[in-house]
């Protein structure tokens, strides 16, 4: 079975500040792991995911995550929060070896606030 | 990323009565769709997965005779859910998956998303 924890319900920062949302994972394979936002009544934006490679994913937005694979965990990161970064945060999960089942299981979600 | 299309966005509905979500992927093959469901301030839960052609396969406590789902095309799936009551209020979202080398097989895009509302 794979899981997603992202322990926070909601972050605050500044306008300006560097912002990070946490995220970690459980998964038996290999993980294949990705960053979702979700405005109000909209759908998912894909943001960035981690498949192979470099741990430093960049992605849209000027948004990028750091996938450390010992302390199982994918936190997405941004060096300047803009007011219009306000929104739903979804981190996700799954296993690339499971070719059958490609859903994907999400956390729980973190609501960024961003204050001018 | 791929286009996706949700029709409609927004329904409200009577007890009792059935409402067909439609899913559309506009610039891809989707070989298999999976549809979710959203409760207000939570997260999305996989209801059902479907491959074109075929029947669906549904997660554990989702009834499969009430949320109907058909995935006859590689176009567009469609989510009916039958004799609607106020608990399936809820925000209905479809990701379609295509074919490897299309968007790669690794990358989910979702659709705008169904708002549902049973009085």
């Known amino acids: 079975a794979q899981s997603v924890a992202q322990p926070e319900d909601q972050v605050n920062v500044a306008e300006g500040n560097p912002l990070t949302v946490k995220c970690t994972y459980s998964?038996?394979?290999?993980?294949?792991l990705f960053w979702y936002v979700q405005y109000p009544n909209r759908g998912l934006q894909f943001l960035l995911k981690y498949i192979t490679g470099d741990n430093l994913v960049k992605g849209s937005y000027g948004f990028e995550a750091e996938f450390n694979k010992s302390q199982t965990s994918f936190h997405l990161k941004k060096p300047s929060a803009l007011v219009s970064d306000s929104a739903l945060y979804f981190c996700?999960?799954?296993?690339?070896?499971?070719?059958?089942?490609?859903?994907?299981?999400f956390g729980s979600g973190t609501r960024l606030q961003v204050q001018p | 990323g791929a286009v996706v299309s949700q029709h409609p966005s927004w329904v409200i509905c009577k007890s009792g009565t059935s409402v067909k979500i439609e899913c559309r992927s506009l610039?891809?093959?989707?070989?298999?769709m999976f549809w979710y469901r959203q409760f207000p301030k939570q997260s999305l839960m996989l209801m059902a997965t479907?491959?074109?052609?075929?029947?669906?396969?549904?997660e554990q406590g989702v009834e499969k005779d009430k949320f109907l789902i058909n995935h006859a095309s590689l176009t567009l799936s469609t989510l009916t859910v039958t004799s609607a009551h106020p608990e399936d209020s809820s925000f209905y979202i479809c990701?379609?998956?295509?074919?490897?080398?299309?968007?790669?097989?690794?990358?989910?895009?979702f659709g705008p998303g169904t708002r549902l509302t049973v009085l």
């Open positions: 479907s491959n074109e052609g075929s029947k669906a396969t549904y």
């Open positions: 998964v038996s394979g290999n993980p294949y």
């Open positions: 990701s379609p998956a295509g074919l490897a080398g299309v968007f790669g097989t690794d990358t989910q895009y």
């Open positions: 996700a999960v799954r296993d690339g070896r499971d070719t059958g089942r490609r859903a994907l299981t």
């Open positions: 610039d891809f093959q989707a070989t298999t």
